[in-house]
T-cell receptor
Framework: GAVVSQHPSWVICKSGTSVKIECRSL??????MFWYRQFPKQSLMLMAT?????????EQGVEKDKFLINHASLTLSTLTVTSAHPEDSSFYIC???????????FGSGTRLTVV | QKEVEQNSGPLSVPEGAIASLNCTYS??????FFWYRQYSGKSPELIMF????GDKEDGRFTAQLNKASQYVSLLIRDSQPSDSATYLC????????FGTGTRLQVFP
């Protein structure tokens, strides 16, 4: 089945630094990937839709200059959290779909802690 | 009105019973509907998806969709303690939107 690989699994960074999270579709091409954020005991909140070869579409309230998304190839999307602050600490998860006859598969998630 | 609504639970059922999880959605243009299971601290795992009215069965799981009522459900037969998790309903229009999830507890 479709596999989505996400790295790193966890990261601790200092306040003010930037962190890059990678999301790869291993055995299929994904023109669209979704990025979610999940705070403890809350559901997944869609941050943005990553489109291969074009600009990402951000949800209302998500700062596009803070959460930079790049989808340069059909198998790789990256999310960069710039100038991270403690309130950005969360579980970030990406998702992609192999095709319309398949469900969306999630990466294993990245737990970001900003200290 | 939230786009995707679920009862947060917890829903407690005894081992071997049928667990029934429900979800309603607001956008009539929604195309596909997904059920995910999420264990604490882990990312969601796809259980099944449905896009036509009626029932879809896969092992112990049955998804039911009623587009006229904007309602989708998941039945888990012969519930096991290992089924204890949060179950997320997700709806696809031009993006995949999740409900808040229902926490299921299966006790021995």
């Amino acid at each position: 089945g479709a596999v989505v690989s996400q790295h790193p699994s966890w990261v601790i960074c200092k306040s003010g630094t930037s962190v890059k999270i990678e999301c790869r579709s291993l055995d299929f091409q994904a023109t669209t990937m979704f990025w979610y954020r999940q705070f403890p005991k809350q559901s997944l909140m869609l941050m943005a839709t990553s489109n291969e070869g074009s600009k990402a579409t951000y949800e209302q309230g998500v700062e596009k200059d803070k959460f930079l998304i790049n989808h340069a190839s059909l198998t790789l999307s990256t999310l960069t959290v710039t100038s991270a602050h403690p309130e950005d600490s969360s579980f970030y998860i990406c998702s992609a779909r192999q095709g319309s006859n398949y469900g969306y598969t999630f990466g294993s998630g990245t737990r970001l802690t900003v200290v | 009105q939230k786009e995707v609504e679920q009862n947060s639970g917890p829903l407690s059922v005894p081992e071997g019973a049928i667990a029934s999880l429900n979800c309603t959605y607001s956008d009539r243009g929604s195309q596909s509907f997904f059920w995910y299971r999420q264990y604490s601290g882990k990312s969601p795992e796809l259980i099944m998806f449905i896009y036509s009215n009626g029932d879809k069965e896969d092992g112990r799981f049955t998804a039911q969709l009623n587009k006229a009522s904007q309602y989708v459900s998941l039945l888990i037969r012969d519930s096991q303690p290992s089924d204890s998790a949060t179950y997320l309903c997700a709806v696809l229009t031009d993006k995949l939107i999740f409900g808040t999830g229902t926490r299921l507890q299966v006790f021995p």
